[in-house]
């Protein structure tokens, strides 16, 4: 995509030195021929793009994942994957957008639209002539790992019905549920909001829209922008009075972080706020950890002899972070776990890359070295993984129960049931 | 003629020495017309003689635009640079502008251009230039900056008018091979690496005549006669030196134009500073890099032109008046030319020196017959200067023919207009990932391998004039050895005991029309279909490209090797700083701590350019051994 200022993503090709490490690590590159791979579709192809050419230049650059180990690797500080999701928009922008992609990016419509109904959207959505359909008509595989809608209520209704039982604190912090928080795992927004609550702070859940991740991912910038202004609305506020926004989405965290920023171009007081305030949950209570905030009045999960064993893999959008492991470092405190740490690059999922039919297979492919490692710890119960997207092909690759991290600390903190998925 | 080519072609077995051969006997040619420069001047010169039926021979003492051609800023001139100080100018440039568009369309992209008003800029010059603009006839709309701003994001913003003229970008090298190629398959024989040692002379004094001319191939050392009815010289900064093989003063004024590349385009229309023509003034994009230019200094010698530290700052420093942020982008190479500047009479700056083309008829002028010097003009009008060369010709050899250039298009126009995306599009189109052998600018193994075999080739450098090798950010860091050893393969595979040579069988048609294009090279397609009926059996004379005949002593891998990263070393070093200086360091690892590249075989062996590469100073290592 042209380069509209200085501070575009663009410009950051000019970092590169073509020494092909993101080639040599992408994962996708590795298991298919259809993308020639980070340096080629990033930095290279991005000389030769520019705006109202006669033609797209490119298409291949569809077939990146979006996963950011280029970018991890990368000794130079290419942003290759933000170059390569705005050649997206750019071809989206020249061919138009086909319905499917319309769709996958739309996470908080289809959230809002099938909760009215969430067991008849279920089995609408997940009934195998359904499956069959909208592979054929859509394009979305049918073994591809779909969410369920939650049939107990949205986390808002949750927060609603226990609005009397929410601990008010001079301590405040700001919760950012995303979407699949939601809609699907409400659980998940209940365990944060136990653990938060157990450590002294005041939960502020203020409306908030989609991330637009998966608008920006699918190449829809226009509408990605809708949300992102909708969120610094309601957001914005919270950050210049000093409140941290916690997330238990790493890819949500780190749209408001850096992607919404960096693909959308916008440099604004607004968003530099929100950026600045935003934090992953781990990211944070690894902060108070250290400074001795954090209780730790855990209840083990395991014991010596029989530790609890817990395969764990930080997503590809964790990593982008930059801020090390925090799951992994606040699990440690825990007596009685044996986390055993996932090197792998990437589940494959990419968010809603593999649920697309040309690509399942990629995804799949990409995943075998997650689904290997999960395999080679031996029997365990279950494995953990920050995001969504990620745990729900993890639990479709090895046919075992993910959990979010925050689960198994709410837990730990005796305030959550691991097995059954809800507060206690 | 047919039997002299075919005396010079006799392959000689490797064992020979060269120096040996200089004794032997001279082959002999002779021609109606010998045109001497292969720029963009000597070429449409060869061109237009070829058509109107001379028979033609062109000889360039090293590749095809290695001078000044393949040195500019490549901008396709409306004329709006021109139209007030040099009306005369702008009136060529616009008439010329439009008719390469047809000749030449895919070697030309139509960015536009647009003239701005910066805060530097005060006073009346951009009433005068709207003024003159109507005068001259060059097409000029005033738009409002933030139209412009729209089209041009990096543009200064403080800027106050912007006007927009049709200013296109060139590709010197492509246009020049195709002229080059048209002519061939007009009848013209193109000699590269043939260098003019001395001029053929005949009658005394006040009677003096130009016969032909003595040329040496650099490559075999052979030494050839050729007499001509007329000699062209179209040398550009050279000319000097060439007229004076006949005795005959001819003061060029050398203008030494230092340019330098950003990585990637900052712009993708021509940006012009809307005042009289200075230095750093202007911002064009050509393929994918933005190029600022120029200076404009008279300097003695138009052959070791060195880029001072203080010149690069002054450039990035004009620059960032166009583009605030240009001095701080990454800067890939510098580069200089030299304008073949001339004007009877003159002795001022070079800069205010006129860019008309000249004619000298040294007939009139010196009571020399037999000579032409054509100079001066711009890359713009070098298709008028060759109509007007040949016009002259005309009258000298007694004959009247028209001048056909203006309506002939060159091979490849079916192509269109270049555009930014082209290159990517078909390796996309054709999924030719897989074969990209310089990846910075997309150039597939069977784009080199085609240049070689379809076009004379000695180093690694005149494959970069044709397919750009070794153009882009990394600048031959990861290009260079797949290169080399894409040549010693088919080198090898032609000196197979196997391979059944018919005759001149490995040697192909000289074919660049679609040089540049990866869908093209990856179909082998060639464009004979597209020769120009009636064409002599000339255009059917093999191509001879030395780097790929293991016959040549200039086959040599490691040679080839060391001859390109020199060449690449020597514009990369006024701007080494910063992210280049990163890159340079990755290139250093890779050829002198990986490959030991300064340590391999064959120390002593020289290309023609070995010398030229170094900077005429044998002595300096390669890379930067120091």
């Known amino acids: 995509m042209h380069t509209t200022s200085w501070h575009s993503v663009g410009n950051s090709m000019d970092e590169c030195i073509k020494c092909n490490i993101c080639t040599s690590y992408c994962p996708v590159a590795e298991v298919t021929e259809a993308f020639a791979g980070p340096k080629y579709s990033g930095p290279q192809a991005e000389r030769f793009r520019a705006l109202d050419q006669i033609a797209a230049p490119d298409h291949s650059v569809d077939y990146c994942s979006g996963c950011r180990v280029c970018n991890e690797v990368c000794p130079a500080g290419v942003k290759i994957a933000e170059i390569n999701a705005r050649a997206r928009a750019q071809m989206a922008a020249d061919n138009g957008i086909p319905l499917r992609n319309r769709l996958l990016g739309r996470n908080e419509l289809l959230g809002k639209a099938g909760s009215f109904a969430p067991s008849l959207a279920n089995f609408v959505l997940h009934n195998p002539l359904s499956r069959v359909l909208a592979e054929k008509v859509m394009g979305i595989a049918a073994e591809a790992p779909l969410p369920r809608w939650s049939t107990t209520g949205t986390f808002n209704d949750w927060l609603a019905r226990t609005k009397n039982q929410r601990l008010r604190s001079d301590k405040k912090v700001v919760y950012f549920h995303g979407c699949a928080t939601q809609y699907y795992e409400p659980f998940i927004g209940q365990a944060a909001v136990a653990v938060l609550e157990h450590n002294g702070y005041e939960v502020i859940v203020p409306p908030q829209n989609c991330c637009g991740l998966p608008l920006l991912s699918n190449g829809e910038f226009d509408a990605a922008e809708v949300y992102h202004q909708g969120n610094l609305a309601r957001l914005a506020g919270f950050a210049r009075a000093g409140y941290p926004i916690v997330g238990t989405s790493t890819s949500c965290t780190l749209t408001l972080k850096e992607e919404a920023p960096e693909l959308l171009d916008r440099h604004d007081e607004a968003t530099l706020a929100v950026k600045g305030a935003t934090w992953d949950i781990f990211e944070w209570l690894r902060e108070l950890a250290e400074t001795d905030e954090l209780r730790t009045d855990f209840q083990p999960l395991g014991t010596d002899e029989k530790p609890f064993l817990l395969p764990y893999h930080a997503p590809c959008q964790y990593r982008a972070h930059r801020v090390g492991k925090p799951s992994l470092d606040v699990l440690a405190l825990i007596p009685g776990m044996d986390v055993r740490e996932s090197r792998a690059r990437c589940c494959g999922i990419a968010g809603t890359y593999g649920y697309k039919t040309e690509k399942y297979q990629i995804g799949m492919d990409v995943g075998a070295e997650l689904f290997d490692f999960v395999a080679d710890q031996g029997p365990v119960e279950m494995t953990a993984c920050d995001s969504e997207t990620c745990r729900w092909q993890l639990e479709h690759g090895t046919h075992i129960p993910s959990r979010h991290p925050i689960e198994v600390l709410a837990a730990a903190y005796g305030l959550y049931d691991l097995e059954a998925r809800r507060a206690r | ?626």
């Not at chain 2, 007694?398 to 290159?423: K, N």
């Not at chain 2, 080198?491 to 093209?520: I, N």
Request: glycine letters at 10%.
């Open chain 2, 1 to 626: 003629m047919i039997i002299a080519y075919a005396l010079r072609n006799t392959h000689h077995p490797p064992v020979i020495h060269q120096r040996e051969k200089i004794t032997m006997i001279s082959p002999s040619l002779s021609t109606e017309i010998l045109v001497i420069g292969g720029g963009a001047t000597g070429t449409g010169v060869a061109w237009d003689a070829a058509l109107r039926g001379f028979a033609t021979i062109l000889v360039e003492k090293r590749d095809l635009t290695h001078g000044t051609t393949g040195r500019y800023h490549g901008l396709l001139h409306s004329g709006g640079r021109y139209v007030v100080k040099d009306p005369h100018s702008a009136v060529e440039c616009i008439a010329e502008n439009r008719i390469l568009r047809r000749t030449h369309t895919h070697c030309i992209e139509d960015t536009s251009g647009f003239f701005v008003v910066t805060p530097e800029d005060e006073g009346d010059y951009p009433d005068r230039f709207l003024a003159a603009c109507a005068e001259t006839g060059v097409p000029c709309k005033e738009i409002s900056v933030a139209q412009a701003l729209r089209r041009e994001p990096l543009l200064n913003p403080r800027i106050s008018r912007v006007f927009e003229v049709p200013d296109g970008a060139a590709d010197s090298f492509l246009a020049t091979h195709a002229t080059a190629q048209a002519a061939r398959q007009a009848g013209a024989r193109i000699l590269t690496y043939h260098q003019v040692v001395g001029l053929l002379m005949d009658g005394g004094e006040g009677d003096k005549r130009v016969t032909g001319a003595v040329v040496r191939d650099t490559v075999s050392d052979e030494t050839i006669h050729i007499r001509a009815d007329l000699v062209i010289n179209a040398s550009g900064a050279w000319a000097g030196q060439i007229a004076q093989m006949a005795g005959v003063g001819v003061k060029i004024i050398p203008g030494k134009g230092v340019m330098v590349a950003t990585n990637h385009r900052l712009v993708n229309t021509v940006i012009n500073r809307c005042k009289m023509p200075s230095d750093g003034d202007i911002l064009v994009p050509v393929h994918t890099v933005s190029i600022i230019g120029t200076t404009d200094e008279k300097v003695a010698d138009p052959e070791n032109l060195v880029i001072t530290p203080g010149e690069v700052q002054f450039m990035l420093a004009e620059g960032d008046k166009l583009v605030p942020g240009l001095s701080r982008a990454r800067i890939v190479r510098a580069w200089a030319g030299v304008r073949p500047l001339y004007q009877e009479g003159f002795s001022g700056d070079s800069r205010d020196a006129t860019r008309s083309l000249t004619l000298l008829d040294h007939k009139a002028r010196d009571g020399v017959r037999g000579f032409l010097t054509i100079t001066g003009g711009k890359w713009t009008t070098f298709r008028m200067m060759a109509e007007k060369t040949i016009d002259r010709a005309c009258e000298h050899l007694g004959v009247e023919r028209a001048c056909t250039t203006a309506s002939t298009p060159v091979p490849g126009i079916e192509q269109g207009h270049y555009w930014l995306g082209h290159r990517l599009h078909e390796v996309e189109a054709e999924a030719l990932q897989g074969g990209l052998v310089c990846e910075c600018e997309l150039v597939t193994r069977q784009m080199v391998e085609s240049a070689a075999r379809r076009n004379p080739t000695v180093t690694l450098d005149d494959l970069r004039r044709d397919v750009r090798l070794g153009m882009g950010p990394c600048q031959g860091g990861f290009c260079t050895y797949r290169a080399v050893g894409i040549l010693h393969e088919i080198g090898r595979e032609r000196h197979d005991p196997d391979f059944v040579l018919e005759g001149e069988a490995d040697a192909e048609e000289w074919e660049v029309a679609y040089l540049q294009s990866p869908a093209q090279s990856s179909k082998g397609q060639s464009i004979t279909a597209h020769a120009t009926p009636g064409a002599t059996t000339e255009s059917a004379l093999p191509t001879r490209s030395p780097a790929i005949d293991r016959r040549s002593p200039v086959s040599n891998p490691n040679l080839l090797l060391r001859d390109f990263l020199q060449e690449r070393w020597k514009g990369v070093l006024p701007v080494l700083w910063g992210r280049q200086l990163k890159q340079e360091r990755l290139d250093e690892l890779i050829y002198l701590s990986l490959m030991n590249a300064d340590h391999l075989p064959d120390a002593a062996a020289q290309s023609p350019m070995t010398g030229f590469y170094r900077g005429g100073d044998g002595e300096k290592k390669i890379v930067n051994g120091e």
